[in-house]
DNA sequence: TTCATTTGTCGTAATAAGAGACAAAGAACG
DNA sequence: CGTTCTTTGTCTCTTATTACGACAAATGAA
């Protein structure tokens, strides 16, 4: 049941209805590619004729094509349609402290070229240098994967929706930082950049196929560096007054607790980051600028999980203690927006079997209800690579949104 | 921009944009009311003659009426158009702990009768008795309200959003309870039950006219007894999966804090509800069965203010800890939701002025940027009765709801 | 070969928006 | 007092799109 606002509301005009029904046919043949007119027709409950309107339509924009024809048992054959993926591409870069990663997709996410990455420059023009550069060099190396019809950035940090400026990206050192016209005038493609929380958030729902709960209300959350939270409420990404929206990270499990970076105490970010993790093993504040055995600065999570597998009671202590507070800022995200599903990725998530029963006890603990306590948790590993698929998401997700209306 | 749920869509059908337009023309008219057929149009920037087609079933189904005709320095004189309030009404019921209250208004909040009241009867069969007696006590006295369009009532706890029945309310000590159907069934209208702070909230954005910050995200905090939160996202309640969303005030300020009626510990609301507050006042835990001089028992949150007033430092104190701790709240939400406008309702508002910049100290230590620490925080005075106007709106507010579309 | 089935297209009807003409009502003005 | 101009609300015509049904083409089964 959703108001209409009095002063910015859509009127329907006589295209309406047609666009509604266009970008419906579209995500179908996304979702149940490949598929027949007719079986697009069943499925949207309107007449052949209705649909084929439509599908001429998408033909002659190019955004679908008809394939080969389909099999049946008897009668005449379907023409299969498909998304026209076909010479064209979709550039995803993750920008995060140590690292840069750069991946080409097609319009529907699905990886062309192997990713690539090479360490991050944190003065901005030139890393955005370094960037088109690699850019231009995977285009002109790959000839096969056809225009590229755009350049999708996610960041550590929080984005200005109308200048997509980079407002403050704490673990890269950013305060109002620009690179997206930059970068697009270096490259000449539309570019653009978005929170990686975000990001992710938009990877899963456009990745779900099928899957009813997926669309609906959902949240990710990414335990890395720092806690990046996306929140979807009705299939579009909450966003907020200022596009901060979903810094669950940055809400307190303690107010009295450990200092976090943000200039806060005691928030979750503080209780679960991998240096938090960490810092917990060793017994003392990575943070603080004491000089630390070179173990320690290149010690990584990666190594403590296979310390904690090996038996090191330290390293388990050290992962059941990340576990716990994990499950307690869970609760928090459940009892404030009770998504379908939550979505959890970071490194930690390798170490999964090991925390989950911890996880889920912490969330029980502080969920308001039985039902809330249940909430399914999905693991997103990393080689699925959600920050570069909604990197991706960002360039191809507007052809398939829903119109504005009323 | 939102996906397209490729199991759940609507189709575009011949009818859809003329539905679209008609609710549009129907939410303007009750916003702009009195309007002209031609202010409509140019409102909306559709024909005089498309809007009157609309105007024309709106009329033949007596949702809007024609009233005077208007005055203009020139030309024809317009025929005011107006919601069709005559003759019918909605009641308006707000279950709380100690005191239930019974307002009537007609079909666009407006208030037509005296609020009524009487104590809470925790046993619901009981209270349901009581309900509707008094229900149809006052439709008959007061014949001049007219049909009654239906009951909307509020409690102070999580309801299903399908059954419609109480799933647990703390306060109240109700669990599992069922008083739609029967309130129903002992008065003969449709009845509608929904938590307190999602009604408030749903109060707030029925009554905005004109300002548009007010549709947008917003969310509505309730420090009484316990802590209501509605957040309300593109006009629309957040409800979750399970209609719990909004649970800010089991957040955790410190999960080492206070114990919480919910059984968790340090909850906000454990650290700013009326009982919290007082118990810092009496340097005790008001919730522990000690035994507690009549003073005590009998104190309130008013009380408290008139003595801060008053010069009492200890009263001060208390208060200003609250404050503290209700902005440091508030900090979550806005780091979490980023929400255009907070509003607050609550005894502990006619203090505000003694508090506000406490307040805002705290929400600006920990939001994460400058424009979040300045998110506009709005006081929601009692005589304004949220509540009550939340009631009334779970009512009359689906008749101007959007349509659900793609 | 015949028949049933399925696909995709075509033609007609119904519905609603887009555009503009027009009558009615009334103020301004000579 | 009559003329002119403005404004409102209705009406007609056009265009676009869905709704419905018919039909040809394709194809396997009997």
Chains 1, 2 share one sequence.
């Not at 929706?161 to 109002?176: E, F, K, N, Y």
């Not at 729902?205 to 979807?232: E, Q």
């Not at 450990?258 to 003392?284: D, H, K, M, V």
């Amino acid at each position: 049941m959703r108001k209409i606002n009095p002063n910015n509301f859509h009127v329907a005009t006589r295209g309406t209805s047609r666009e509604i029904n266009r970008q419906i046919a579209l995500n179908l043949v996304r979702t149940h590619q490949p598929i027949s007119r007719a079986d697009l027709a069943r499925i949207m409950g309107v007449r052949r004729g209705a649909v084929s309107l439509i599908v001429n339509d998408l033909l002659a924009e190019g955004l679908i094509f008809e394939g080969a024809t389909g099999e049946s048992h008897r009668g005449r054959k379907p023409t299969f349609l498909y998304i026209d993926s076909r010479e064209r591409c979709v550039v995803a870069v993750d920008i995060r402290v140590t690292r840069t990663s750069l991946m080409v997709t097609d319009l529907i996410g699905r990886q062309l070229v192997a990713t690539s990455g090479f360490p991050t420059d944190r003065d901005p023009k030139r890393l955005v240098a370094e960037l088109s550069k690699r850019i231009k060099k995977v285009l002109s190396e790959h000839k096969e994967v056809g225009e590229c019809k755009g350049v999708g950035v996610v960041v550590p940090g929080m984005v200005d929706r109308a200048t997509s400026r980079v407002i403050h990206a704490p673990t890269l050192g950013w305060r109002d930082v620009e690179i997206r016209e930059s970068l697009a005038s270096a490259t000449g493609l539309p570019v653009h950049v978005e929170n990686s929380g975000k990001a992710c958030a938009l990877a899963q729902i456009w990745a779900a196929r099928g899957d009813a709960a997926a669309t609906g209300d959902v949240v990710f959350v990414s335990v890395s560096d720092g806690i990046g939270v996306g929140i979807v409420v009705n299939g579009e990404i909450l966003r907020g007054r200022h596009n901060i929206a979903g810094e669950f990270g940055h809400v307190p499990l303690s107010i009295d607790g450990p200092r976090c970076p943000c200039g806060a105490t005691g928030c979750w970010e503080a209780y679960i980051s991998n240096l938090a993790t960490l810092s917990r093993y060793f017994g003392r504040n990575l943070r603080e600028a004491k000089p630390a055995a070179a173990e320690v600065t290149t010690f990584t999570i990666e190594d403590l999980i296979v310390r904690a597998r090996a038996g090191d009671a330290k390293a388990v202590a050290a992962i059941e203690a990340t576990a716990r507070y994990l499950g307690l800022g869970l609760a928090s995200i459940v009892n404030a927006v009770d998504p379908a599903r939550i979505y959890i990725g970071g490194e930690i998530i390798a170490a999964w079997d090991l925390i989950e029963p911890d996880v889920r006890a912490a969330l029980a603990e502080r969920a308001l209800s039985p039902d809330a306590a249940k909430t399914e948790i999905r693991v997103v590993s990393l080689e699925d690579q959600p920050r570069l698929r909604g990197a991706a998401a960002l360039v191809t997700a507007p052809a398939f949104a829903a119109p504005p209306i009323a």
